[in-house]
């Protein structure tokens, strides 16, 4: 029976140091890393035989919606529901993603993702739960292009993806931005603009992006990232042009 070897960075906490093992299981027709992980989790054995602790990862939707699944496949940032091991070289290297805290294994703190949406205002303010009739309308051509960033799974591969975001820049990343340029396209949600435009003119903002659209090429959802860069970068030039002509 056919053999698939796969090679993963594990650490066993927070604090603690990673460490490689490697495995071998057999071949599935049409089989993703997550079956792959789940087969060495029901025979948590290496390849030199000693049975290891189980390995932790998460998982939810198991269809490239929930974004929880992102790890480094390859050396890739992607969706290990919708990396196919018949498309990937031997032995497969699995790693987590390196651009958040480890908790365990390939589980990461992606919490920071969520504050920094926070940040940028990425929801819809209401007045109460009670009917307020229908809200206003907006063209066909906005509808396409807020639906296309709504399908942000908040992932976090764009990020690790990302040369800018690090320690040192504190940029928010290119999801934070697509968001901005979401909730500003809504007629409510426009609003708030000059506040997120106020954020992204910041030290965390917009300045950092070097536009090297790396996140454009591992996007799972193929958002539009470079056209909601481009928007938000001009929206943030007239804010600041009008605070200066004040």
């Given at each position: 029976?056919?053999?698939?070897?796969?090679?993963?960075?594990?650490?066993?906490?927070?604090?603690?140091?990673?460490?490689?093992?490697?495995?071998?299981?057999?071949?599935?027709?049409?089989?993703?890393?997550?079956?792959?992980?789940?087969?060495?989790?029901?025979?948590?054995?290496?390849?030199?035989?000693?049975?290891?602790?189980?390995?932790?990862?998460?998982?939810?939707?198991?269809?490239?919606?929930?974004?929880?699944?992102?790890?480094?496949?390859?050396?890739?940032?992607?969706?290990?529901?919708?990396?196919?091991?018949?498309?990937?070289?031997?032995?497969?290297?699995?790693?987590?993603?390196?651009?958040?805290?480890?908790?365990?294994?390939?589980?990461?703190?992606?919490?920071?993702?969520?504050?920094?949406?926070?940040?940028?205002?990425?929801?819809?303010?209401?007045d109460?739960?009670h009917?307020?009739?229908?809200?206003?309308?907006y063209?066909?051509?906005?509808?396409?292009?807020?639906y296309?960033?709504?399908?942000?799974?908040?992932?976090?591969?764009?990020?690790?993806?990302?040369?800018?975001?690090?320690?040192?820049?504190?940029?928010?990343?290119?999801?934070?931005?697509?968001?901005?340029?979401?909730?500003?396209?809504?007629?409510?949600?426009?609003?708030?603009?000059?506040?997120?435009?106020?954020?992204?003119?910041?030290?965390?903002?917009?300045?950092?992006?070097?536009?090297?659209?790396?996140?454009?090429?591992?996007?799972?959802?193929?958002?539009?990232?470079?056209?909601?860069?481009a928007?938000?970068?001009?929206?943030?030039?007239?804010?600041?042009?009008?605070?200066?002509?004040?």
């Amino acid at each position: 029976m056919k053999k698939i070897r796969c090679r993963i960075k594990r650490q066993d906490g927070p604090n603690q140091k990673p460490y490689w093992q490697e495995f071998e299981v057999d071949y599935e027709e049409n089989m993703n890393v997550i079956i792959l992980l789940m087969k060495i989790r029901q025979n948590p054995v290496d390849v030199n035989g000693n049975v290891v602790s189980p390995i932790t990862w998460e998982a939810s939707c198991l269809e490239q919606v929930c974004g929880s699944c992102s790890m480094v496949i390859n050396g890739i940032p992607q969706q290990a529901c919708a990396a196919l091991v018949d498309k990937l070289s031997q032995p497969i290297t699995i790693e987590p993603l390196s651009k958040f805290p480890v908790v365990r294994d390939l589980v990461v703190d992606r919490g920071r993702m969520f504050e920094t949406l926070k940040k940028v205002r990425a929801w819809i303010d209401i007045d109460g739960t009670h009917d307020m009739g229908p809200g206003p309308k907006y063209d066909q051509k906005t509808q396409q292009i807020r639906y296309a960033l709504s399908r942000c799974m908040t992932c976090g591969v764009c990020l690790e993806a990302c040369p800018q975001y690090n320690d040192i820049t504190n940029f928010a990343g290119p999801f934070a931005i697509a968001q901005t340029h979401l909730f500003n396209l809504h007629p409510t949600g426009r609003m708030f603009k000059e506040e997120r435009l106020k954020y992204m003119a910041g030290k965390e903002g917009i300045a950092n992006c070097s536009n090297a659209q790396l996140c454009v090429q591992v996007c799972p959802k193929e958002l539009p990232l470079t056209e909601a860069i481009a928007e938000v970068n001009a929206e943030i030039t007239k804010y600041l042009l009008q605070l200066i002509s004040r």
